[in-house]
């Protein structure tokens, strides 16, 4: 065997169908591993339909729009997108490590690449599910599709894609780096601190001035901000697009250099 014919990770060279099925099989491994999970189903499900129940059912928290719908239900799908790319997958990656799986798993067929692809097809997964159960209850709480044509939709998967992208490299920068236990207090307490004053769950202008001012160029602050436009308004928020993808650049990069894998 030559050297070409060895990929970079260490493994014999594979071609492209053959490589698909490894990572869609991974995909399906870790989606699967996320759902009969009953702390991640709390985290990606439970959490997510209580606060958007208390949002619609409640005006203890101001929302822009003619009605409530619209804009808590961005808020709570902003929600779900950190819970399942980020607080979920720096937990599940900071103790793969630990028990070795990691370093197991980049050494088979599938490859570190492959390893890392199947994780980011499962967060696309999980939330596919997540959005399904969200818009289901949301319909039952009264909303009947205001904001809600083709222009939203295809925005508001740009806004949930590149958010994940930027938590999912957040996640692996922590998860990566940090001690299981660190990784365990550092990723769920900013998870409550991204819901309460991070712009996620509530709108930014709710905030002091100075906390709003930071907090609409951060990655939490930016996907919330830009998906409660988009369902109260219809306008795409090119500067919150702008925010993500910059984070998403620094994430990889920094995800990239100091992610450890064992």
Known sequence: MTAQSLAVDGVPRADAGTRARRVLA????????????????????????????????????????????????????????????????????????????LRMLA?????????????????????AVQAVVLLLVAAVLGWRGEGFG??????????????????????????????????LAVANLLWVLMAGGGGLLLPVDTLPAPLAQVVVLLPCGALGEGLRLLATTGRLDLAALAVLAVWTAAGSWLAARYFRWD
């Open 26 to 101: 991974q995909t399906r491994f870790e989606t699967a591993a996320v759902l009969r999970n009953g702390e991640q189903l709390l985290l990606t499900f439970i959490l997510p339909v209580i606060a958007l129940v208390v949002l619609v059912r409640t005006d203890l928290v101001p929302l822009p729009g003619a009605t409530r719908a619209p804009a808590a239900l961005a808020g709570v799908l902003a929600l779900a997108v950190a819970s399942t790319a980020f607080t979920s997958q720096a937990i599940a990656v900071a103790f793969d490590r630990r028990w070795g799986v």
């Open 150 to 183: 083709v222009a939203a939709l295809a925005g508001g998967a740009l806004f949930v894609l590149l958010g994940a992208a930027v938590f999912v490299s957040l996640a692996l920068l922590i998860g990566g780096t940090l001690r299981p236990e660190a990784v």
């Open 107 to 127: 050494t088979t067929p599938l490859g570190r690449r492959g390893l890392l692809a199947g994780k980011l097809g499962a967060v696309v997964c999980v939330l």
